[in-house]
Structure formats: structure tokens, C-alpha cells
């Protein structure tokens, strides 16, 4: 089982950055897949993007491909979320998801694949 934590989250302006980190418990990080999620009000949960166990495969929504940056650091047991160019549709709470790596058929935009969530951060981007 893996506890998540996210931070990073905040009040920006049009155009500008911010990074999320999520801090996973357990000394098992490498062993799962992670991904991204967002929600905002009013609206369903949304996938934002995801890496696998390695680092070596990620995969963005076409909404966020080119501004947004997902990392992760095994040694620290910590994914990223690096966020530029932010624009206000990009106000949610972000949610990082993980769960254990398989040998097939992740499907990593999908949130019914996660077994664990962390409890989310605010982001607001005021225009």
C-alpha cells in the first residue's frame, strides 16, 4: 500500500509556472505507475498525465501536451508536475494516482486504474 501527498499548489496569474510534487510512503515507489488528475467545479475528473515505473514513458492530455511536465525521482520517492503557460481553464484540484506497475494493459488516462489517490491540491489561475 502507498500514502500520497500532494503540495505545490497555489494562486498564479495568467502565464505563469507552478510544480507539484506528490510524496509517496512505502519503499516501493519504482514498482508503480503514476498519473495526474485534475477536477474542476462542476466538472468530471480529467486525466492530465502520467509516467510509468521507470520514467522512460509518459503520455499528456492534448490539453496540457507542450506546457506541462511530469518527472518523477524514484531516489525520493516523488513525482512532479511542472506547469507552464498556465491559463485559467487550468484551475482544478490536482490529484496525484498510483498504482502497481503490471506486465500489461495500463491504461494510464484512465482513473479507474489507480488504486490510491492522494487527498489533492488547488490550483487557480486568475486571467
Known amino acids: 500500500q502507498v500514502q500520497l501527498v500532494e503540495s505545490g499548489g497555489g494562486l498564479v496569474q495568467t502565464g505563469g509556472s507552478l510544480r507539484l510534487s506528490c510524496a509517496a510512503s512505502?519503499?516501493?515507489?519504482?514498482?508503480?505507475?503514476m498519473g495526474w488528475f485534475r477536477q474542476a467545479p462542476g466538472k468530471e475528473r480529467e486525466f492530465v498525465a502520467a509516467?510509468?515505473?521507470?520514467?522512460?514513458?509518459?503520455l499528456y492530455a492534448t490539453s496540457v501536451k507542450g506546457r506541462f511536465t511530469i518527472s518523477r525521482d524514484n531516489a525520493k520517492n516523488t513525482v512532479y508536475l511542472q506547469m507552464n503557460s498556465l491559463k485559467p481553464e487550468d484551475t482544478a484540484i490536482y490529484f496525484c494516482a498510483a498504482v502497481t506497475a503490471r506486465a500489461t494493459g495500463w491504461r494510464p488516462a484512465e482513473g479507474d486504474e489507480y488504486d490510491y489517490w492522494g487527498q489533492g491540491t488547488q490550483v487557480t489561475v486568475s486571467s
Open positions: 509516467i510509468n515505473r521507470s520514467g522512460g514513458y509518459t
Open positions: 512505502g519503499r516501493t515507489f519504482s514498482s508503480y505507475e
